[in-house]
């Protein structure tokens, strides 16, 4: 057969060599074999083989070569060399004493050394919360570490080493008798080492500790709910009332002592003195001069231009003997003077400050106006830090709370603490932990200072607008001047003129025309003639507040016409404006928006709302600042969260939607937004105009509005996952504690000295008591008295329900007979002649019966409740009969004095009885005989209180007012068997009932308001402690915590994350997002922290691709599934609500902004404002920086790299363009 020959695979095998000449890359071709050859020195450059290449030719085309028997190849071992002892290696103790020179005191010549011991040796970061451990890393000085302890908080006392030794030795938390566990903690069964016939310490024996107690092992316990009054005062001289605290008394037997001991109750020391009323917070008078104040701070350390106020001097003074100040001052007062004194005290001392604004905004510009003052200055917002060594830091509160939480070394340095704006914690929307502005607070627990200053710098001058041409442009009427009087005569005025243009409208046009707010056009016509006439009295600039901000869009783009700045302006603006955009990229230089506003802020208008660019917003600030803007439209949070007053202030209407519903402006939200107007030093007055488009709003309305008392600050302290779990994960912190110190426990709180004073007195009336005697007949004592009781709460509970109803009250019209019960008359009948209704409830005018020996001042003092309720008092009503001559009254009744209703109604003639009875109160009048009218009601009221000595039928309040309510159901059921027993009570049979009774009654009311005092002082009292209680127990179930509530894996993940804890836990647990690219996990995320409401239903929307709707579909499961165990767990939050807080509205915007879309098409793809785009990036870039941290501490680096991927692709371009007012 002929032999093929093949030619070589591989072109090395080519009977070829190819010569590079030099390196000009000149080839030669040689007829020799082998591998190419170079005329340079080193030969051919290295270059290595791809891999992918490699890998198919060598494992997928050719499997022979696969090594899979030739075992030499494949595993290759290297022998390691064992060395046992390397697993004793322990890291030294630390060294428990040290070497101290002793020197001659006058030369100061070493004499020797002496050996002393150190304390704290084993002190760190995560076994101690006490500020002597050592710092930890450098790295982590600023924001400390999720898994370190943090410090002791302010106010709770750190316990010292000496506390904590003697308390280990007196084990006094133990009782031995009652205290041992027979099963030991984390088992499931223990042993019981009672022997079987063993009976329990007969309650006169001495327990072993109170044995124990005069051999003073020394006082360990410390008072854990004792609050220090004045600071440096004694601790633990709480008088204890524990029995064991009596002194023993010398006794000749053992004997004499237990019976000594079991005789008196408690034998407290004679009573202590009362204690004086705990005050924290403590008023200065800020009117009073400060005269010494340069004597007393010859060298301040800050020096103003201008003499400070009083109040300022006060602040400083108080600063200076380092007390807390709560500082509470109208807008533009100064209170940022108090701030920066506070700061410069801190420079001076070398120590740190803090300064804390709820909203980033604001953070932004005061690190722009203390940078211009002080210099060294830091700030630290979510995605900015600038540096972080200064003196002074600025930051969010939020950021300090999580400082706090991870133990930051920054705390160690701190003298000052300032949170400015702290009023904001009133609104819902910003949960920030949180009465005036500033409180600069040190952190140990202190006396406060409130200084507090009610005049304006600047007063204001209140009026209502009602013009909309420029004919009417003048219509502009005062209602409140600038000494704070209302004028009537200003209102009637306003509503004179829309009356008449109303009516001239109706003529002209035919009355079709809708005469009520008209749309834009109207509107603007309102605007020109008001900033005319606004113009013509040299009152710009001027903010417009409008409470949306579609119509601050509107409003703003329908004055086209309009152009407010001069030519020199407009140069300054432009300049300004070309220099503020320089920073962005080209294509977002062109955004309608940034076009929009360039437009009208050239001609002085301006736009400020949540929908605006962030670098937009500042340039709008910024130029309003300088006075270049001279109409501003804005909405409620630049009242907030911008200190930037204008010489005018106008609303635009006076109801807001507050989410929920429309409502008026409440006198708080007024004051906070009118402050604004009138700047400190440049305008007499401020001016306030509210626009009446519609009709003119209720005199009432307004009066409340500007006048009226500000609402109460509610305390917004809220039990969230993370502070749970942080608490929770340092064994020494109570949650318990932190919430007795917080704000919404502290009216129950205040109270608790006076409280356990009274217990103790309580304790020893008790002790001197007489016992009753229940023997024999008097058996079933007790139980009478409690049925009594039982009987009445549950009639007073019906009757509650009955004068709650809506059939309750229409019974209760004139004529309807009922049974009056209170301080003067008890049981009577009376009829009701007139019902009037005031603003809080009903008030019924009735004619009671009464005794004519009655004089008036015996009638207040007139029969109260009998003594001693015998069956008859108890059950039905047993009416009062005049026992002399029968006489009348006529009284107001409130709901509660209306004991009963009865089935019966009389005809009378309500306003005649009334006239009459009026007419015989005067002195002249006296002895007139009462009006026919008058006699035949009350001889039927009489003839009624004789035919039912128990009291006439009354209304059935299930069957006649058919009340369904469960509860009323069941106690009319209840009732009438208490009735029933104490019908067949025996004691009332006994003539020892009446003396044996009140001797009982007295003892149970004793013990009644012991229980009450007990139960304020103990934690069950706390308002939140259910709710903890069911959120622990959530954390529970998802096993965050186990059993023994020590914090677990999943809930130290949980502690790093700021919002939305459990969520993302159970996201990251469930694996659900490693699987996914990282703009695909930001995409997802944007779901929780999106806020706007898209149009339509956001999954169709939603990206179309099936990963990221399965992505959304799960989610939403995993919160169901959270959702479901927190309604299981009893909170009363619902599945649906739980769920609706995600908004998967941006998904889209989100996942190609993360894949590189320029912001300029970004905008087209949904109707959300850019601002809050922009805002809702800012925010998802925040939360992929938690999770990296948190994917770190479980050691998940894939899931990490991906979300340092997602933050870094989230940060570019306009959405990242950094703050004005950090250049």
Known sequence: PSLVVLPPPDPLDLPLRAVELGCTGRWELLNLPGAPESTLPHGLPPCAPDLQQEAEQLFLSSPAWLPLHGVEHSARKW??????????????????????????????????????????????????????????PASQSLWGNPTQYPFWPGGMDEPTITDLSTREEAEEEIDFEKDLLTV????????????????????????????????????????????VGQPGGPRGDAVSASPCRAPLARASSLEDLVLKEASTAVSTPEAPKPLPQEQWAIPVDATSPVGDFYRLIPQPAFQWAFEPDVFQKQAILHLERHDSVFVAAHTSAGKTVVAEYAIALAQKHMTRTIYTSPIKALSNQKFRDFRNTFGDVGLLTGDVQLHPEASCLIMTTEILRSMLYSGSDVIRDLEWV????????????????????????????????????????????HYLFTGNSPKTQGELFLLLDSR?????????????????????????????????????????????????????????????????????????????????????????????????????????RQLPQVLHMSELLHRGLGVHHSGILPILKEIVEMLFSRGLVKVLFATETFAMGVNMPARTVVFDSMRKHDGSTFRDLLPGEYVQMAGRAGRRGLDPT????????????????????????????????????????????????????????????????????????????????????????????????????????????TQHMIQRHIMESVN?????????????????????????????????????????LCDKSLSKDQQDSGPATPDVPYPDDLVGFKLFLPEGPCDHTVIKLQPRDIAAITTKVLRVNGEKILEDFSKRQQPKFKKDPPLAAVTTA?????????????????????????????????????????EELIRGAQCVHSPRFPAQYLKLRERMQIQKEMERLRFLLSDQSLLLLPEYHQRVEVLRTLGYVDEAGTVKLAGRVAC????????????????????????????????????????????????????????????????????????????????????????????????????????????????????????????????????????????????????????????????????????
């Open 79 to 136: 022998q390691r060399k064992t060395d046992p002892w390397s697993l004793l290696a322990v890291l030294g103790a630390p060294v428990p004493s040290d070497l101290q020179a002793q020197r001659h005191p006058t030369t100061g010549q070493i004499l020797g050394y002496k050996e002393v011991l150190l304390e704290n040796t084993n002190l760190s970061a995560t076994t101690s919360l006490s500020l002597r451990r050592p710092p930890g």
């Open 184 to 227: 030991p903690p984390g088992f499931k069964k223990g042993m019981d080492f009672a022997p079987k016939d063993h009976l329990t310490p007969a309650p006169g024996l001495l327990s072993l500790s109170c044995l124990l107690e005069p051999l003073d092992l020394g006082e360990g316990d410390e008072d854990e709910n004792e609050a």
């Open 418 to 461: 300032i949170f400015d704006e702290v009023h904001y914690i009133n609104d819902a929307e910003v949960r920030v932990m949180g009465v005036g502005k500033q409180v600069a607070m040190r952190l140990k627990r202190r006396q406060i200072y409130v200084i507090s200053t009610v005049t304006r710098p600047v007063p204001l001058e």
């Open 484 to 588: 704070g009087a209302f004028h009537t005569k200003g209102y009637y005025a306003a509503v004179e003129a829309k009356k008449e243009r109303m009516s001239k409208h109706a003529q002209t046009f035919g009355a079709k025309q809708p005469t009520h707010q008209g749309g834009p056009a109207q509107d603007r016509g309102v605007y020109l003639s008001l900033l005319a006439s606004l113009r013509t009295r040299a009152q710009l600039p001027v903010v417009v507040f409008t409470f949306s901000r579609g119509r601050c869009d509107e409003q703003a783009s329908g004055l086209t016409s309009l152009d407010l700045t001069t030519s020199s302006e407009k140069s300054e603006i432009h300049l300004f404006l070309q220099r503020c955009l320089a920073r962005l990229r080209g294509s977002d």
């Open 686 to 793: 401020g001016t306030v105009i509210l626009l009446c488009k519609g009709r003119v709003p209720e005199m009432a309305d307004l009066h409340r509005m500007m006048m009226g008392k500000p609402s109460q600050l509610q305390s917004q302290f809220r039990l969230t996952y993370t502070m749970i779990l942080n608490l929770l994960r340092v064994d020494a912190l109570r949650v318990e504690d932190m919430m007795k110190r917080s704000f919404s426990e502290f009216p129950s709180r205040k109270d608790s000295k006076a409280h356990e004073q009274a217990l103790a007195e309580l304790t020893k009336r008790l002790g001197a008591l007489e016992e009753p005697d229940v023997t024999g007949q008097l058996v079933d004592l007790p139980e009478y008295y409690s049925w009594g009781e039982e009987l009445t709460e």
């Open 808 to 848: 309750g009250l229409k019974s209760l019209s004139a004529g309807r007979v009922v049974i009056v019960k209170n301080e003067e008359h008890h049981n009577a009948l009376g009829v009701i002649l007139q019902v009037s209704s005031n603003s809080t409830s009903r008030v019924f005018t009735t004619l009671v």
């Open 938 to 978: 009350v001889q039927e009221l009489l003839r009624l209180a004789q035919a039912h000595p128990a009291g006439p039928p009354t209304l059935d309040p299930v069957n006649d007012l058919q009340l369904k309510d469960v509860s009323v159901v069941e106690g009319g059921l209840r009732a009438r068997k208490l």
């Open 1056 to 1223: 790093a994350m700021s919002s939305h804890e459990l969520l993302l836990t159970e996201l990251m647990f469930d694996n659900a997002l490693s699987t996914l690219r990282p703009e695909e996990i930001a995409a997802l995320l944007s779901g929780l922290v999106c806020q706007s409401n898209p149009p339509g239903d956001p999954l169709q929307q939603a990206l179309t691709s099936p990963s990221s709707l399965q992505g959304i579909e799960r989610v939403r499961a995993v919160a169901k599934r959270i959702g479901e165990v927190q309604v299981a767990c009893g909170l009363n939050q619902t599945v649906e609500e739980f769920v609706g807080e995600l908004n998967f509205g941006l998904v889209e915007v989100v996942y190609e902004w993360a894949r590189g879309m320029p912001f300029s098409e970004l905008a087209g793809l949904s109707g959300t404002p850019e601002g809050l785009i922009v805002r809702c990036i800012q925010r998802l870039a925040e939360m992929c920086r938690s999770l990296r941290g948190a994917a770190r501490l479980v050691g998940e680096p894939v899931l990490g790299a991906k979300m340092e991927t997602a933050a870094t692709l989230l940060r570019r371009d306009i959405v990242f363009a950094a703050s004005l007012y950090t250049q």
